[in-house]
Structure formats: C-alpha cells, structure tokens
C-alpha cells in the first residue's frame, strides 16, 4: 500500500535572534532554535498518525508544515503524490487543498465571533466554489452540522451560543465542508472536560469509519492517543525517537524517553502507586545537548550518546537499543 | 477519631449577578484529617476552584458564604474578619495555584520571597529566616539552593518554580494545604516529580492536603480520598480506590468510563450525552437528571443528600434504600 502522506528530512529552524542593535551593542552571534529536526513519517490513507511529545518538542510546528501553514526550512511533504513545496505542482496543490483541513486546539479562538455559524462551516464552501446556490449551500450546512451530531437551525446561531464541545464539532463540520479527506488535529480535545472530549474522540472515529478520513493527530496525553492512533511518532526535543503501531508502541516502548513518559503518566490504574520518577526536564532547545538530545536524562547513555546524533532505525533512533544495550 | 484538620459542612457559596443569586457551591460537606490528601475533581464550571476559594477566604465579591461553616482544627475561619484570615492564610493555610509565574513576584529573588513569609508569620531573624528558606528549597528538591536562592522566578523552569511554589506554602508548617491544579501547566514528566514531591512531604508533615484538580489520573495516584463535584454539589465522596474501580454514582461512573486509560482498549469511550448545565439552569431535584441513564420521577423533584453506601457516601436516589422500601 502507497503512502497517503510522505514527510522525508522535514525541517524547521527559527530565528530566535535579538535585534539587530541589541546584537551589536551586546556583541552577540544570531540565534537560531531548531523546532523540527530531519523528520520523516509516512501515513497510508484510512489510519490515524499521532504524534505525541511533551511542550517543545516540535510537534506543532510538524502538523502546521503538513498543513502549509508554515514553510519548512528543508524537507518535503507529499500529499496524495503532489508536492506541497515543488513550485512546479502548483497547480496540483490548489487542487488538493480544499482535500487538507486542521482541527484546532481552542474552539473559542478559532472561530470568527460575528460570525453566524452557518456561514462559518459554508466559508470553505465558498471558498473552493464547491456548490453553486444558496439553497444548495444551506442544505449541505444542515447535512454537516446533522454528521457532528447537532441540528440544522444551529447554522443561525452564533458561536458564543455553543459550548466548547460543540464549538469543536462545528470545527469538525467546518472541516468537513470542503469534503476533506486528510485531517490535521493539533490537541482537538485538550481544551475539553473528560466527558466531552470523549464525545468529540467517539465522533472522530465514527466520522472516520464512515467517511475513509486520514488522521494526523497531534497530543501530549498519551492515554488519547492510545485510543485514537493506528501508529504513533515519539517526539522529543524536535526529532523523531521512535515510530511504531500503537499496539506495540504502548505495549513494548523501546526508546529510552518513551518507556520513561508512558511510566511517568498518572493514569486511573495506578491507584496509589508509588513511583520513581524521572529526574531532569526538557533542556532548552536554543542550545540542546549534543549526540542524541535525551542523553542528559537517559539511564542507558554513554559516550557514543553524547557526540553522535542516533538515526532513526527500525522504528528507533536510539543507539543504546540498537547496540543491544537496552 | 481525632478531629480532622479541615472540615467543610453545608458550605453554599453565592453570587450575586443581575439575572439573581446564582449558587455556586450548593451544601457541600467534607473532612481532611491529617496527613490526608483529598481529592477534589469535577468538569468545568463545576465548583471545584471556588470551594478552595471558600477554605482560604479568598472569594471576591460579588460572591460570598451564603450558608454552612468552615472550621480549622476545630475553630471556625469563614466568621473571621478580613485581617484575621489575612493571619491564618500563608501561616495555617499554604496555597499552591497552576500557574507558579502568577504567585511569584517576578521582581523580587525567590529567596526573599520565602524569607518574607517566614519573617511574617513565623518571627524568625532575617538570617534564620535565610537559612531556613535554603533548608526549605533543598527540600522540595532544588539543586543548589543556597546559590539558587538568590535567583529570579525567571531564572527557574516551570517545574522548579512550582518547587519554589510549594516551598513557599510549606514555609510557615501550615496545617492545610489548598493546591489548584499545581500540575496542569507541567509536562507529564514533570508533573510526576511534582506529585510525588507534594505526597512525600504531606506524609513527612503530616499536612492535609486539599487538591483541585480536573485531571482524574493525578488524583488517582495522589489522593487517599476522592470528592466528585457535579454543579455545585458533591455527587460522591470516598476513598480513592473505590471511586476510580467501583464508582456509584452515575456520573462518577460515566466520568470514569468516558476517560481513556493506558491500560485498557475500549474501542469506544462510554460518553455522557449533553453538558453540565449551566449554574442559572441546574434543573430541579438531582442537576444531573436530565444526562443520567438511570433517572426515575423523583430524581426531578427531589434533590438526593449523600448517604453512606459501602465506604462512600453517594449523593443518589438509586442507593436510597428506605426510598426503595417504601
């Protein structure tokens, strides 16, 4: 089976630099933050990508490269077999747009408020120029706000009448307006409360079911992303550290930083459980370690850790694993 | 049995808004004994915050203790004048909110903080008072104190500025502890040091802790009790073993059926359908009536009081065994 989504050596540096003035006063170098590092995943249609990692470790700025909401510094991702940075598939891109939707974190934010919420979920509609007529326009919004479980004479009311579960299906229908087939959701449910974020997973994964969606899901609760992912991408400090199906991923962690994040969560199964934690946090990422960036905090480092970046190999960008020292 | 640290009985807490009295906290009553952690949890909205506003005092008008009593130690503290509590807050009471950049001042040293309330409610000299904060940051577990000690909070990450934090509500050996979700801005790794830290200390000082929190996994390893909120009333209070395995009541059993675990594979999270009504809306008899699977008539129209079932007391018509009787 083909790939859907291909992300091959994508990269993303920032420039975190002071001013100018401020640099030659105080005599100081540029300044660059490596967000993304020589990223590289695959997503084959139909399944669900999550990326999970901890605050900083670039998996934001992953989803809003897929998108194209943001440029890559190096890197391709290819959509359905196009380009989305080859200035030559321009064409072929416009096409595939309207095909590519995000979900975003904050339903309160994301939502023009002076808007009516039928012309929120028709904007994409219009947009593409997918249906021509008001009347045809008007039953497809009903059509989308029935699919996420709310009510056609919604499309009068504004988003400030609506909770933030339902302004997340709203999104959702938003999404799905354009007939999109590939959905980027960076944290969709972590603005929520448990009972309804469970409502908006449940209907992600019917929609799914019913309408063949791709899925690239963006989390740092590791527990959401069991339940949603078919495969799932480790993030740590902007590189990938480890790739595998959710099954395997949640049953046998490999890399060092993912066995100690899945030991680390609080989770409703461990009643009283007295724990070891980890010690250290996240180094900054203006000037990360060198050698694999985990090497501060990983039980399993050595010398080699400390001065070669590890690969991703097998699933793993570890070397402690790969030399079997695990 | 000694006579617990905190205990709440009937507390109501209201708002006066210009649609009427709005009830926030509805006839809420609990018990913290020494060296206990209780649990505090509930969605959004659902009175969790503004109960440990009430303890501490610190519920800004237009709200205020409309009913019941508040008594530390025995002695009660909601009756005390603003300059009283001023008094027992920081010195019986230690407060631990989310956001540890908003309770620093940024402009003083994290030293002088600590060496301020200790000066303030404990008398001690300025170079005890010095030697003591060291003391007290080596032992929320910050490397180096007596050089850290002269930091600024942004010299500090997040997860040892909620160090500082706690360091800072223990300063005074209060008798109670309020946290507000101390760790909801921390990443999982971090927020496992902090949960670990607040239970050994809480064991090693025999303090009783009071903590918010909406995230059902901390409370899960922390708490040795557990209190669910539902619009303002508490639905079930228990030892945390039997709230998270054997809930009763059904929104407790819905809250843990719809979060999704490491350890489990649900294909589907159970949901509860709808949203928390809203507090100028809390529907009469039981406010979870209209989404509960179970409801009969008098759950419209008669409000349950919690009753003992098994080690829990349950606020629910189902476990009235003399409404069943008759």
């Known amino acids: ?326 | 049995m000694t006579e617990p640290v905190l205990s709440v009985r009937d507390l109501t807490v209201a708002f006066a808004t210009r649609r009427g009295l709005l009830t926030a906290i509805d006839r809420v009553s609990f018990d913290i004994g020494r060296g206990e952690i209780l649990g505090v949890v509930g969605e959004s909205g659902a009175g969790k915050s503004v109960t440990g506003s009430a303890v501490i005092g610190l519920i800004d008008p237009p709200g205020r203790v409309a009913g019941g009593e508040i008594r530390l130690g025995g002695e009660r503290i909601d009756t005390l004048s603003p300059a009283e509590m001023r008094r027992v807050r920081g010195k019986r009471i230690g407060m631990i909110f989310q956001d540890p950049l908003t309770s620093l001042d940024p402009l003083f040293r994290v030293g002088d903080q600590i060496v301020e309330t200790l000066r303030t409610h404990t008398g001690l000299s300025a170079r005890a008072a010095r030697a003591r904060a060291i003391d007290l940051l080596a032992e929320v577990g910050i490397p180096a104190p007596e050089r850290r000690i002269d930091g600024y909070p942004h010299e500090f990450s997040g997860g040892m500025r909620q160090r500082v934090v706690i360091a800072l509500a223990l300063a005074a050996e209060p008798e109670l502890i309020i946290a507000d979700e101390p760790t909801t801005a921390l990443d999982v790794s971090v927020q496992a040091q902090i949960i670990t830290l607040l239970k050994r200390l809480c064991r090693d000082h025999g303090t009783a802790v009071m903590l918010v929190t909406h995230d059902m996994g901390v409370i899960a390893e922390a708490a040795d009790r557990v209190a669910v909120m539902y619009a303002g009333r508490l639905a079930e209070i228990g030892p945390v073993a039997s709230v998270v395995r054997d809930p009763h009541h059904p929104y407790a059993v819905g809250l843990m059926g719809a979060i999704p675990t490491l350890s489990q594979d649900a294909d589907r999270l159970s949901q509860i359908p709808g949203a928390m009504p809203r507090l100028t809306a809390i529907p009469p008899g039981c406010a979870f009536n209209p989404r509960c699977p179970k409801v009969f008539a008098r759950c419209r129209v008669d409000r349950p009081e919690p009753l003992p079932v098994g080690p829990s007391r349950v606020a629910c018509h189902l476990y009235d065994k003399a409404a069943r009787a008759a």
């Open chain 1, 1 to 326: 089976m083909s790939a859907y989504v291909e992300v091959t050596d994508l990269r993303r540096v920032f420039d975190v630099s002071k001013p100018w003035l401020n640099r030659v006063i105080e005599r100081e170098p540029r300044r660059f933050l490596t967000a993304v590092d020589r990223v590289g995943f695959e997503i084959v249609k139909g399944e669900t990508f999550a990326i999970v990692g901890e605050s900083g470790s670039g998996k934001s700025t992953v989803a809003r490269m897929v998108v194209g909401l943001l440029p890559p510094s190096a890197g391709e991702v290819r959509i359905a077999n196009v380009s989305m940075t080859d200035p030559r598939q321009a064409a072929a891109r416009r096409r595939l747009r309207a095909r590519i939707q995000m979900i975003f974190q904050d339903p309160y934010a994301s939502m023009n408020p002076r808007w009516r919420v039928g012309r929120i979920i028709a904007e994409p509609i219009r947009a593409f120029d997918l249906i021509k007529g008001e009347a045809a326009i008007r039953a497809r919004v009903g059509e989308l706000l029935g699919l996420v479980g709310l009510h056609a004479d919604d499309a009068r009311k504004y988003p400030h009448a609506f909770s933030g579960g339902q302004r997340q299906r709203i999104a959702i229908a938003r999404a799905l307006a354009s007939q999109a087939e590939f959905l980027v959701g960076d944290e969709p449910t972590s603005a929520l409360d448990v009972s309804v974020q469970a409502q908006i997973l449940n209907l992600m994964r019917d929609l799914q079911d019913r309408l063949g969606l791709t899925y690239l899901f963006i989390s740092h609760n590791l527990a959401v992303v069991r339940h949603m992912a078919t495969r799932v991408g480790v993030m740590y400090l902007g590189r990938l550290v480890e790739v595998a199906p959710s099954r395997d991923l949640f049953a046998r962690p490999r890399h060092p930083y993912t066995r100690m994040l899945l030991d680390a969560v609080p989770d409703l199964a461990h009643v009283g459980r007295a724990r070891t934690p980890v010690s250290g946090e996240i180094p900054n990422p203006i000037d990360p370690p060198p050698g694999c960036t985990f090497n501060p905090r990983c039980p399993l480092a050595n010398d080699r850790c400390r001065t070669e970046v590890p690969a991703l190999l097998d699933g793993v960008a570890c070397h402690a694993v790969q030399e079997g020292r695990d």
